[in-house]
């Protein structure tokens, strides 16, 4: 017997007002502990599927976002059913149904409210464990909770015998005379947990609702159920609005209930959650007051005095301060809203922001904060660029690679050539001279590590870093300094790497990974920064060579996708080394290629960088959404880390695809740039450093900020300024950094 837990999402939490809001109800609200009430529900039944059953949550759309996170928060993965409209209880639990049916006609089903308050998981599942048994032989199973007050809060069922029974009669919320009376009677409080088969709740749907069952069935014709996130068709809207109770559960004749005594509460107004001795939160002061449930965001204060009774809940909009015996009547008061002041109804909850928006604010921050932070407190008298800046700005000593100080001499030189004002032509003046003076070998190329007293650590000249002594070369050449060497020394470094080639035209790496295509990225972007600034045709001709290697090695031909290590034949590397996928270096050779497309009018690198944009794509997760760092050439992913260089690499990609795109995938692609900037966002300081590894919870590990993220972020405000020009995205306002 496999059992699916389905979790109910809906609901407003009206009475929960001002906490509790359409935008964010209460299952999402921490209102019984340090979790939200939908996370301990998660944790309460994740259980019950074991090792082939599956938690399924059905939710409105506009819930989505809330779940996926608050899902990762606790580590739980399942199924996400989204209604495009709300219509009750009876249409959500009929898609639920047709979901499990679909997948096990066996499969028995354990719906639960996300919202109720259970703190004892080990019985509740026990008492699933018993009703499933039931279900299993066509029954209809409800929780019934031995009342412990006669509450007008909720409905009563009156059963045939105590223990496992069917049920006589449903009732709606009485009266408190009336509650009185039923307990007399050994009724017992509605929890609205039903366990059941898949196959009998469609079969009672089909006699006693059909219109529910059409209309759910009908959502799912045009959906693959297989989705992780399933989307419920428009069929869906048709749906007739009605509860479970009038639907299905008053007309059957398979009813049962399971008398239970645990704990239980729906908290569904301010009193019950003032009895679960949990709600409060935030600071408060209570002089001579008693049984006062007080709850404050961070940075409000409640103070009390002389007061009984009373619920006392601030947001940041509004104040409720209500009578704990009266708590139920707070809908009045929502009701009263709706004419005086709509707008408190819901949080006003800005629109996430534009790229045009973004766009501005990175041009500030790169030129009043990252810029002068760096050229400062990041760069030594003696023109050596350090390694790290700690989030304080403190720049820590020791050995300095080759890759930063030739990243840092294009960093600043594409500010210079962009406008900004800071004093960017002595700072490459002597970056460059620090360049020759101790990281250039006599043979012309770099040595990878120079100590903090500049003496050699080691002398080994790494493919990488010679890509990006060419390409800091150029970026000098771009920006107008004044020195003659500077093509000389680039062609002489060139000419050696070509006679090093292999037979393939390929170049070989220096490390333990020799066969790669990282090295040949940054390669093929010097090449296209030399062609733009020289008459030699070598540099076109290197261009061409990287880009042929690109489309016929470095790219699998049936997905494709990049591939990072190769064997010495260039045949996908063996192990985990060949299954390696990182979408960052997708998305980085996608941005190359198209702009390697555009200058040739090359077809076939444009179709091969859409391709590797639409993979990269694949990697991104988490909520906000971010690009990972790695994955498998399966979509698996392997790493759930996620760096800040991929970030920039998905913003430079989709800009320079929207430039050579039509107005349906422009769009397409320029909201997609609008989201990796907002990603970008997330790592950024407000002082002008940066955060570089996020994992899964939003926290980034403790760690100064690697100066070599910020040939990164330049790069993409670069093509952000171009792409601005291409598409008059500033409604003619230039993107500088003047």
Partial sequence: MTLYPIIMCGGAGTRLWPASRPSRPKQFIALAGNRSLFQDTVNRVSDLAGDDGKVVVIAGLSHREAIETQLAEIDVSGQILLEPEARDSAAAMAAAALWVQKRDPQGIIVFVASDHYIPDDAAFRSAVTEAASAAA??????LGVKPTEPSSAYGYIKPEAPGLSAVASFHEKPEPETARAFIEAGYLWNSGNFIVSATTLI??????????????????????????VLA???????????????????????????????????????DSIAASGEGGVGVHILEDAERILARAPDGKLVA??????LAIIVEDDAVLVCDLARSQEVKRLVERMKVISPRHLDFQKPGPESLETGARRFADWLRLRALPIWATLGLGADGGFSETLSL??????????????????????????MGWKGPWKPIIASALER???????????TRALIGADWSVVDDTAMLYDQAFVLFALAAAKQAGIDDPELEADAVRLREQLLSEAMPNGAMREVDDHPFQSNAHMHLFEASLAWEALSDDPAWSAMADRIAGLAMDVFIDREGGFLREFFNEDWAPADGEDGRLFEPGHQFEWAWLLARYGLLRGDARATAAARALYDNGRKGIGQRPPVALDAMNEDMTIRSHRARLWPQTEWLKSSLILAENSDDGPRAAYLEDAATALRALWLYLTENGVWRDKRFPDGKFLDEPAPASSFYHIIAAFDQLSRTYAALDLGSGHRLTLG
């Fill in 203 to 228: 079969e009672e749907l089909a006699a006693h609702a059909p219109a529910v069952l059409a209309a759910a069935s009908s959502a799912f014709a045009v959906e693959n159920a297989a989705d992780p």
């Fill in 304 to 309: 009390a005095l002389g007061v009984r009774d």
């Fill in 392 to 417: 304080d700005g403190q720049a820590p000593g020791g050995n300095r690679r080759a890759r930063v100080q030739t990243r840092q001499i294009f960093v600043y030189a594409q500010a210079g050539a």
């Fill in 137 to 142: 032989q066509g029954r209809i199973v409800t």
């Fill in 232 to 270: 419920l068709g428009e069929g869906f809207r048709n749906a007739p609005k009605i509860s479970i109770d009038y639907a299905v559960m008053e007309p059957t004749q398979r009813a049962s209930v399971l008398e239970v005594d645990f704990a239980w509460s729906d908290l569904g107004a301010w």
């Fill in 435 to 445: 360049l020759r003076a101790a990281y250039l070998r006599p043979d012309g190329k």
